[in-house]
C-alpha cells in the first residue's frame, strides 16, 4: 500500500493540478493534497479557502484526501508516515527548481522520494499565477479551472 503527498500553494487550485491528482490518484493507493501555508508568501486565496475548493474539487474521489501545513512538508510528510512526493513539471524551468528543492528535501529527509509527473500538453502554460491575472481582467476562466473556483476568483475581484 503506497501513499503519496502532492504538496503546493494551489493558489488556486487549476485543472492542472486536478490533472496531476487525478493520475496520481491511479498510480499511488492513496494520494493526500497539501496545501501549504508559508507566512513568508504573499496569498491572494487563506488557507481555509484553498482547502475548501481542493476539498470540493477532489470529493468524488474516495482516496483522495486534503491537509493543510504551516510547517515544512517534509516534516509533515515524516508525521504521517508518507514517503512519497509528487510533484508537477510543466517544462525545462520548472524541472530545473524542483529538481534544486528535491534535493534540498533529500537532504532533509533522505527517505522521502520525489516523483515528477509530467503535465499533459494541454496544461503546459497553464499557472496559478496567469488564472490570477486573468480573473483580475474578467476573462473567461472556462478552460483553466472548474466552477468553484472561477466563482470564488470572480468574487474575489469584485467581477460578480
Ligand atoms: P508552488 O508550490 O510551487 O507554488 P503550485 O501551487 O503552483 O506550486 O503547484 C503545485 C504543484 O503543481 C507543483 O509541483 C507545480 O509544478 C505543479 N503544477 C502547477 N501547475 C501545473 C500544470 N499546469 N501542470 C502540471 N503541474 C502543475
Known sequence: MIRAAFPGSFDPPTFGHIDIIERSRSVFDELVVVIAENKQKHYLFSAKERLDMMTE?????????????????????????????????????????????SMMNKALSPGIETIFMMTRPEYLVLRSSSVRELAAFNGDLSALVPPVVAGALHKKYGNL
Open 57 to 101: 474539487m477532489v470529493k468524488e474521489w474516495k482516496n483522495v484526501s486534503v491537509a493543510l501545513c504551516d510547517r515544512l512538508i517534509v516534516d509533515l510528510l515524516s508525521r504521517l508516515n508518507i514517503n512519497v512526493m509528487v510533484r508537477g513539471v510543466r517544462n525545462v524551468t520548472d524541472f530545473s527548481y524542483e529538481s534544486e528543492l
